[in-house]
């Protein structure tokens, strides 16, 4: 009997593997068809301005919305189309919707309005990417290329191939602004926020959730705010999700908060109503 357990549950995790195996495929293999389908739309987090509470940021955010499995979190399937060369494709599609976005809401919003996307290392390393492409559709859209901030990680940055830097200096060189996503989570070499001269570090979530009760992690904050502002850098809170984050942030001098507290991510329609609404004066 004990035998046949062993076998049974053998034969289950088998099943298992097996269907996440077959999962994955099945997600790759949808994946491949998405855009075409248009099951991609981009939701907009708002970025506030800490000290005069008004939204003068937002940052673009995919979402997979799947016929048959309904919304497909990012964390699902980035990597997917990161390994599968997908993300390339997927990631002009979302500069192009961006930069769309950030034309029509001019005239709501001014020209302050700035829209960040994230972009992989994958898109970094394809030769697919041709930064004169997006520029030339920024310039015949009539948007200033300071209006696009992309959010790469320090990752990029570690023992980068020329190419890649070389890719990101001619975006810094055109003038757009460039972020350092999950800052503190990675191996903080520090020595590229010279180099590359850097615009935002977002300082990751996890050193937020727990600023209230953390002295370490409001040390910590503190000491990455005072840093960045030596060099010319400024900061952006990730994940403030209570109105004690919003000010102790505020109190160490971070430039910028975004999270629930806020607003979550919203679909287009609603974060055009928002800047509608406020004028790009969020009372948050
Ligand atoms: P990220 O760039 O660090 O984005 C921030 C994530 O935190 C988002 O998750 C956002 O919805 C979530 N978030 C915002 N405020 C709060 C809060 O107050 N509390 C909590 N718990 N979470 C909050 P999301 O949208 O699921 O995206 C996950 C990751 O997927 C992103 O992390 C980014 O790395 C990646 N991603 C999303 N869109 C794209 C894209 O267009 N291209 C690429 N390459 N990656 C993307
Ligand atoms: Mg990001
Ligand atoms: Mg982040
Ligand atoms: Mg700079």
Redesign the pocket.
């Known amino acids: 009997a004990a035998k046949n357990a062993g076998r049974n549950r053998l034969s289950y995790f088998t099943q298992a593997l097996q269907e996440s195996a077959q999962y994955r495929l099945r997600l790759i293999n949808d994946l491949l068809g998405a855009l075409a389908d248009r099951q991609f739309e981009i939701h907009f987090?708002p970025i506030i301005d800490l000290a005069s509470r008004r939204t003068v940021k937002a940052?673009?955010?995919?979402r997979w919305n799947h016929p048959e499995h309904g919304t497909i979190?990012?964390?699902e399937f980035?990597p997917l189309a990161e390994e599968t060369g997908l993300?390339v494709g997927i990631?002009d599609w979302?500069f192009r919707e961006a930069a769309g976005c950030l034309q029509r809401w001019t005239e709501l919003a001014g020209t302050e309005l700035q829209i960040s996307?994230?972009?992989?290392p994958a898109q970094f390393q394809s030769d697919v990417l041709v930064i004169e492409d997006w520029l030339a559709h920024l310039r015949s859209l009539g948007v200033a290329e300071q209006r696009l901030s992309i959010?790469i990680t320090e990752g990029l940055l570690l023992n980068a191939h020329p190419s890649v830097t070389d890719k990101l200096l001619a975006f810094r060189d055109a003038g757009i602004q460039v972020a350092i996503?999950?800052f503190g989570t990675g191996y903080s070499a520090l020595s590229y926020l010279k180099r590359f001269d850097i615009d935002y570090l977002k300082i990751d979530?996890s050193f937020i959730s727990n600023l209230e009760t953390e002295p370490n992690d409001l040390a910590l904050c503190e000491a990455i705010v005072s840093m960045a502002h030596k060099l010319g850098l400024k900061v952006i809170a990730?994940?403030?999700?209570t109105e004690q984050q919003r000010e102790l942030l505020k109190r160490i001098s971070c430039d910028y908060g975004?999270?629930?507290?806020f607003s979550r991510?919203l679909p287009p329609a609603k974060f055009e109503r928002l800047l509608q609404d406020n004028r790009g004066h969020l009372r948050a």
């Open positions: 987090q940052e673009a955010l995919l979190s990012p964390a980035i993300i990631g979302v996307v994230n972009m992989s959010e996503d999950d979530q990730e994940g403030v999700e975004q999270g629930y507290l991510p």
